[in-house]
């Protein structure tokens, strides 16, 4: 019994030291309970950490913990698990596949745990998602790969219902997300855009080409985040600039990073702005990882998480602060 429970507190020691540094950064704990269809009816109990990569791939490392539901000895094994997930970090459909080692409680012998599978997961609340995700799980008890499995070896479907509780920090799918809660912007007229447009004495043409570009990304206000969405089905941040531009003529590159290198350097300056400016935000790594699109008035649109929306450099909220502090970087395309 002593060994047994300094293996758990290795285990959960490990855990901790690995999960702490990362804590809010586009991170959640996921508990989850389930069951594994094999000739002893196994449950599946896990508690992972996941952290987003990068757009919509996110990792997961955790404890796992199964027991016999139908064996009178002792077949109980607590372990780790590693997952690589594809569409996790947002609401609806996923895949993932995960690798694991678990030791048993009786006779110490460790067996790896591989899996496949998909999901579905809702968010009814900001900080709280919903799952249940279907897998095939095999057991490798000689440990030489999902590959070449021992004849013995248990295989067979699991099904899982997990609670996600996020813990903040950057959004999914390429947004830095924004802090709780935050004001509702109401855009510029567009006459106030338009005269705007004309600060650094541009021509009648270029100002009106700068309104009618920010015109365009106000018209998809409310529309819906979605990593990779450059159409009125959802757009995620650059995808909303882009969007904008080439409406009228004018291609840009897709990834932030590049957008925010496009066209001529501002100053980090809101009396310098323009409507119509690339605006750039430092994301989880250095460099830009979110863009937005100045449209006056010390406010920018952006696609984050919750969808297409004005936010503010210079309001008194803390989500206006948050986005300020985080302002790295000023485009102009249109001279």
Not at 49 to 77: A, K, N
Not at 123 to 144: A, K, T, W
Not at 234 to 260: M, N, T, V
Not at 289 to 314: C, E, N, P
Request: glycine fraction near 14%.
């Amino acid at each position: 019994m002593t060994n047994e429970i300094a293996f758990r507190l290795r285990l959960t020691a490990a855990f901790l030291l690995v999960s702490a540094p990362l804590i809010g950064q586009s991170s959640g704990i996921d508990l989850s309970y389930g069951y594994w269809w094999t000739d002893q009816g196994t449950s599946v109990l896990k508690a992972t950490y996941q952290h987003r990569l990068v757009g919509p791939f996110d990792y997961g490392i955790g404890l796992i913990h199964l027991r016999s539901l139908t064996q009178t000895e002792d077949l109980r094994q607590t372990g780790g698990e590693v997952s690589l997930a594809l569409g996790r970090v947002r609401t609806g459909p996923y895949a993932l596949g995960t690798v694991g080692m678990a030791m048993g409680h009786a006779d110490g012998n460790v067996t790896a745990i591989w899996s496949a599978g998909l999901g579905w997961s809702v968010q009814p609340i900001r900080f709280l998602n919903l799952g249940l995700e279907g897998r095939y799980q095999v057991e490798d008890s000689q440990i030489h790969g999902f590959w070449r499995l021992h004849p013995d070896d248990f295989r067979g479907l699991t099904l899982q219902a997990r609670v996600v509780v996020n813990l903040g920090g950057p959004g999914a799918g390429g947004s830095v997300g924004t802090p709780q809660p935050q004001p509702e912007y109401r855009p510029p007229p567009e006459d106030e855009i338009r005269t705007a447009a004309t600060g650094d004495g541009a021509s009648a043409e270029a100002s009106q080409l700068r309104t009618q570009v920010v015109e365009t990304a106000l018209g998809a206000m409310g529309a819906p985040y979605r990593w990779g969405g450059s159409d009125s089905n959802g757009f995620d941040c650059s995808g909303l600039i882009q969007y904008s531009y080439e409406a009228h003529g004018l291609i840009l590159p897709r990834i932030s990073r590049d957008q925010a290198r496009t066209g001529m350097r501002v100053d980090l300056d809101i009396a310098s702005l323009l409507p119509g400016d690339i605006l750039g935000f430092t994301g989880e790594r250095s460099g830009v990882g979110h863009v937005g699109l100045y449209v006056g008035d010390g406010m920018f649109i952006h696609s984050a998480t919750d969808g297409v929306k004005l936010s503010s450099l210079r309001g008194d909220a803390s989500s206006d602060r948050w986005w300020a502090q985080r302002w790295v970087s000023a485009r102009r395309v249109i001279n």
